[in-house]
């Protein structure tokens, strides 16, 4: 699964101006560095297929059974998430994202992830049916099976896009090659963080910073939740 993406390099607003879309004031107010976007917060998302616009969306999606859900399987995405005409593909734009792997103790091991070209976007779906003027629309972040740095930490990954092209012909036809995705995935530049990260009151600089008992690695190949794929 994916519980925490930022965008601490790119600015918001650089993003609106390339795809030539304007910012409205509940835009304005996330155009700032952020480092642990975590779910329950508003973050700017893109929707659309001919025509684009930049909206803020809040993290999580509430199900029928009452829990909120946070990421959604690519596998079941036009079946289960998307029958709904007031729901719609989306795409987020990020600088990276954090994983945590278990296999190294009993408590979990957070990792960024960086995109190694800058900006990026991660697959979302975006949900218009109750939408807050003064907080958004409610998303989740769509997630695939793990591949590249990503397989040795967890066996879900974000769906993410390391250009425009292939996200708007996801964001178009709902349709992506794992070729691609694996490439993406294999370029991404890895660190071991610590657990100030967990606390989402934190959003810092020193959330992203190396763990200091491990330095910066080359790894090859969020905390469990009612937040869990769907």
């Known amino acids: 699964m994916c519980g925490r993406f930022e965008l601490s390099e790119t600015p918001l607003h650089l993003v609106a101006k ?125 997630t695939c099976e793990a591949t590249g740095r990503v397989a040795p930490l967890h066996g879900r990954m974000p769906l993410m896009f390391g250009s425009w092209e292939h996200a708007h012909h996801w964001l178009h036809v709902g349709s992506y090659e794992r070729a691609t995705l694996t490439r993406v995935a294999s370029t991404l530049e890895v660190t071991p963080i610590s657990t100030r990260i967990n606390a989402t009151a934190h959003d810092d600089p020193e959330c992203l910073n190396p763990r200091e008992d491990s330095p910066q690695l080359e790894l090859f190949g969020p905390v469990e939740s009612k937040g869990a794929d769907a």
């Not at 004031?25 to 975590?38: G, K, M, Q, V, Y």
């Not at 297929?49 to 959604?72: F, P």
């Not at 596998?75 to 989306?90: D, I, K, M, Y």
Request: net charge positive; hydrophobic share 40%.
């Open 18 to 142: 390339s795809l030539g879309l304007m910012m409205d004031e509940t835009l304005c107010s996330l155009d700032r560095r952020r480092f642990n976007i975590a779910p329950g917060q508003r973050f700017a998302c893109v929707r659309g297929r001919r025509e684009l616009v930049m909206t803020a969306a809040v993290w999580g999606i509430q199900g029928r059974d009452g829990a909120t859900r946070i990421n959604a399987r690519v596998e079941g995405l036009e079946s289960v998430w998307l029958g709904s005409p007031a729901r719609a593909r989306a795409l987020i734009p990020a600088d990276g994202f954090v994983e945590w792997n278990r296999s190294t103790g009993r408590r979990a091991a957070p990792s960024h992830l960086r995109f190694a070209g800058g900006v990026s976007w991660l697959g979302a779906v975006l949900d218009l049916g109750e939408r807050d003027p003064s907080r958004g629309s409610c998303a989740v972040v769509v």
